[in-house]
């Protein structure tokens, strides 16, 4: 092998040659690509918690300081009216907005909901996106409260 060429991988083989990375090189993660000026917020809006029927609405350059919770509500029911695909939503009475997961964060093994932190529930209408925890990719669910609470008392999947 000569000084010039770098790593070879032997003939017939399929494998690249190990070419180990520094430590020093950062690859930017999802929540720095994007600005809290201009993120992406994916909504999960629920129709069923028993039958896991929800469907996701992307919402792109979101101005989390800017934007509170109570805009968002009304974003996205005023998406829900006009967004092809959501005609079966449009008479759901949603009220509640809850992160699902943030970007490189757990998620949760309920495939319609996270169960748990009970604090992720957005239930200040006056409050920014940065200040209830929002960031780029940010997955948040939109719901029915009452729906949510009878399903957390008996989370019962009837659709397998």
Known sequence: MSAEAGPSTP?????????????????????????????????RVIKSFPYRTHKSL???HVDLRAETVGGLKGRVREAIKTAPGFKPYRTLE???????????????????????????????????????????ETELSFFNRAAYDEFKANPEIKWD
């Open 94 to 136: 949603l009220d509640t907005l809850k992160k699902y997961t943030v970007a490189h964060g757990h998620k949760t093994q309920n495939l319609i909901i996270n169960l748990d932190h009970d604090e992720w529930i957005l239930d200040d209408d006056a409050r920014t996106l940065v200040e209830v925890g929002c960031e780029n």
């Open 58 to 60: 992307v919402l792109q």
């Open 11 to 43: 003939p017939g083989s399929s494998f690249a040659p190990f070419a180990p990375v520094s430590e020093a090189a950062h690859q930017a993660l999802a929540t720095e690509l994007r600005p809290v000026g201009a993120a992406t917020l994916t909504v």
